[in-house]
Nanobody, 113 residues
Framework: QVQLVESGGGLVQAGGSLRLSCAAS??????MGWYRQAQGKQRELVAR???????TYADSVKGRFTISRDNAKSTLYLEMNSLKPEDTAVYYC?????????WGKGTLVTVSS
């Protein structure tokens, strides 16, 4: 069993930046990612970092968001720059471990125009 705890969300003006963190309860080297769910919409992939180091991003965030991890701290990060109102959502950390998906409770990001 793994617990994931997100932090770093908040209210920011358009054009601003935030850094989200996801702390895992133990060392993990598997694929991890960030998803988001806006009100009334389905949850969508934002960014994923594979155990090989390969990263993928949704087209809507390419060039603005950066996913990274600190294995020593068992923490996944999402650096978000040039934020837009359409980035407003609850952001969730995800771990896929032996075909089981683990999720955090999410952190709310609100971008005002």
């Amino acid at each position: 069993q793994v617990q994931l705890v997100e932090s770093g969300g908040g209210l920011v003006q358009a054009g601003g930046s935030l850094r989200l963190s996801c702390a895992a309860s133990r060392s993990i080297f598997n694929s991890m990612g960030w998803y988001r769910q806006a009100q009334g919409k389905q949850r969508e992939l934002v960014a994923r970092r594979m155990s090989t180091g390969t990263t993928t991003y949704a087209d809507s965030v390419k060039g603005r968001f950066t996913i990274s991890r600190d294995n020593a701290k068992s923490t996944l990060y999402l650096e978000m720059n040039s934020l837009k109102p359409e980035d407003t959502a609850v952001y969730y950390c995800n771990l896929n471990l032996f075909s089981v998906n683990y999720w955090g409770k999410g952190t709310l990001v609100t971008v005002s125009s």
